[in-house]
């Protein structure tokens, strides 16, 4: 099972992707974001490609969707808090956005 991220990686991840727009939600241990996209079938086609990353990291995101935005959430229900697992799907979910 994932580790909880030690202070100093979290730190570290953190500069790193709040450049990205993630920020931290502390009281939950989580990192969020708002990914837009030109329209509904580009949010869904995203979301489609993602789904099929996140099955075979066996790593879910909390994520809800109104028309062209995806409210995604990430952390580690096991370890009830930020691990790498989270990190690596937020930098995949920035990728697949292009
Ligand atoms: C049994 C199964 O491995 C677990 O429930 C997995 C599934 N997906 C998961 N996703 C997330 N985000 N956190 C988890 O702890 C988690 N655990």
Redesign the pocket.
């Known amino acids: 099972?994932?580790e909880k991220l030690s202070e100093t990686e979290r730190e570290t991840a953190l500069s790193e992707l709040q450049e990205t727009g993630w920020s931290l939600d502390a009281d939950r241990d989580a990192i969020s974001k708002e990914f837009k996209f030109s329209n509904f079938v580009s949010a869904f086609g995203w979301m489609s490609q993602v789904a099929m990353v996140?099955e075979k990291m066996?790593?879910?995101?909390?994520w809800s969707n109104v028309y062209n935005n995806v409210s995604v959430t990430?952390?580690?229900?096991?370890?009830e808090g930020l691990t790498e697992?989270?990190l690596k799907?937020a930098r995949r979910m920035d990728k697949l956005a292009g």
């Open positions: 099972m994932a996140a066996n790593h879910h995101p909390e990430l952390t580690t229900h096991d370890a697992l989270d799907l």
